[in-house]
C-alpha cells in the first residue's frame, strides 16, 4: 500500500506487535516435537509424530509433502483451530497449548489470518469482495470508514481491486482467492497460514494468487506459510520445509535466481536425523549404520562396510 494517512488499524497493528514479541531466540513460529494423534473408535492414527519447525518472523515459507503426511493438521493447529496431543507450539508470544478461550478467540482473530484450498469456505456468497474484506475489521471493533477504506486499499494492493463490488460468483477463482488473501489480510495478522491456496486453480490464476501472498509478505510484512504442491510456488520462496509421516524432514534453502536452491535434512532437537530415501537406497542403508567421525563431517555407513576405509562415498 502506498497511502501513508495513520489509520486506526495501524495503531491497532503496532499495539499488537508490540505486546506479542516472541523470545528473542525462537523465532515468529515455534514447534517442538509437535504430536496430534486422532482417535477414531478403535483406530489411533499419528498425523503429527515429533514435529520441529521455527519460522522467523517476515520468512515466507513452502510447506510440502505426501498427502496424509501432516499438512493440514499442523495448519490447523497453528490456526487456533486444533489442539496437539502433545509437545509445544507458541507463535508469536500465544502458547496454542495453554491458551484459554478469549486468549484463543483473539488469536484467530488479529494474529494470524487463513486462506483455505476450496475458494467457496474463504468468502461469504452473499457479501461483496469490499464487504467480505470489512467483515473481520468489524469484529475487531474497527471503525466503520476505516474499514472501507482498509479494504479498498487491501484488494487495490492485491491486484483485485475492479472486483470490489462483486459477489464471489462474479468472479474467477483465482479472483476469489486473492479477495480471500485480502480478508485473511484485514486485521493486519502476524502470520498468513494457506493451505493448498492455487489446488483448484489453473497455472495463471495459481500464480497470481501466489503473487497476492508475495505482496502480503513483502509490502504488509506479513510473515507467510503456505502448504502447496504446486513447484512454481515453492521454487519462488526462500525455504521449503518437507514433512514426511508427521515429522519434518528436510528443508530446501534458495537464494535469490536459484530456483533448485540446497536441500538439508533436520537434526531435531536431540539429534534425531531423516535420511533421503535416495541416500538410503543408494548405499543400502539398513538397520544400524555407522557412524564416522571425520575432521570436518560424520560418515554413515551401511553395516557391514569395512571401517577404515574411506574411498566409498558418505552419505
Ligand atoms: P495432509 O494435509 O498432509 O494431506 P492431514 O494433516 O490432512 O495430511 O492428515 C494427516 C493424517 O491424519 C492422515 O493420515 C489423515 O487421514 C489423518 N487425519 C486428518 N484429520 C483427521 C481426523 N479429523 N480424524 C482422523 N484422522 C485424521
Ligand atoms: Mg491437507
Redesign the pocket.
Known amino acids: 500500500m502506498t497511502g501513508t494517512d495513520v489509520t486506526g488499524l495501524d495503531v491497532l497493528e503496532a499495539r499488537a506487535r508490540a505486546a506479542a514479541r516472541p523470545a528473542a531466540d525462537e523465532g515468529l513460529i515455534l514447534c517442538d516435537n509437535l504430536v ?1 494423534v ?1 482417535r ?1 473408535q478403535d483406530v489411533e ?1 499419528q ?1 503429527l509424530q515429533g514435529l520441529d519447525l521455527v519460522v522467523e518472523e517476515g520468512e515466507c515459507t513452502a510447506l510440502v ?10 495448519l ?1 493447529i497453528l490456526s487456533g483451530l486444533d489442539l496437539p496431543t502433545a509437545g509445544r507450539a507458541r507463535v508469536a508470544g500465544h502458547d496454542l497449548l495453554s491458551m484459554g478461550r478469549r486468549e484463543r478467540l483473539g488469536y484467530r482473530r488479529r494474529t494470524v489470518g487463513f486462506v483455505w484450498q476450496q475458494t467457496g469456505r474463504n468468502l461469504l456468497p452473499y457479501l461483496t469482495a469490499l464487504e467480505n474484506v470489512a467483515l473481520p475489521m468489524k469484529y475487531a471493533r474497527v471503525p466503520r470508514r476505516t474499514r472501507t477504506a482498509r479494504a479498498g486499499e487491501l484488494l487495490d494492493a492485491l491486484g483485485v481491486g475492479y472486483c470490489r463490488d462483486r459477489r464471489p460468483q462474479q468472479m474467477s477463482g483465482g479472483e476469489q482467492q486473492r479477495v480471500a488473501v485480502a480478508v485473511a489480510s484485514a486485521n493486519g495478522p502476524r502470520v498468513l497460514f494457506a ?1 493448498e491456496p492455487t489446488g483448484e486453480l489453473d497455472t495463471a490464476s495459481g500464480a497470481d494468487v501466489f503473487a497476492a501472498l508475495r505482496r502480503a509478505n513483502e509490502e504488509l510484512g506479513t510473515t507467510v506459510l503456505v ?1 502447496t504442491h504446486d513447484p512454481l510456488v515453492s521454487e519462488q520462496v526462500g525455504r521449503t520445509v518437507r ?1 514426511r509421516d ?1 515429522r519434518t524432514a528436510t528443508e530446501t534453502l534458495r537464494a535469490e535466481g536459484d530456483p533448485g536452491g540446497e536441500e538439508f535434512a533436520v537434526l531435531d532437537r536431540v539429534g534425531r536425523l531423516q535420511l533421503p530415501r535416495e541416500h538410503i537406497e543408494r548405499y543400502g542403508l539398513r538397520g544400524r549404520v555407522r557412524l564416522t567421525a571425520e575432521h570436518d563431517h560424520v560418515g554413515v555407513w551401511a553395516d557391514g562396510t569395512p571401517a577404515g576405509t574411506d574411498d566409498r562415498p558418505a552419505g
Open positions: 496430534r486422532y477414531t492414527v498425523a509433502g505426501a498427502s496424509g503426511s501432516g499438512k493440514s493438521t499442523l490447523s493451505d502448504v514433512i508427521g
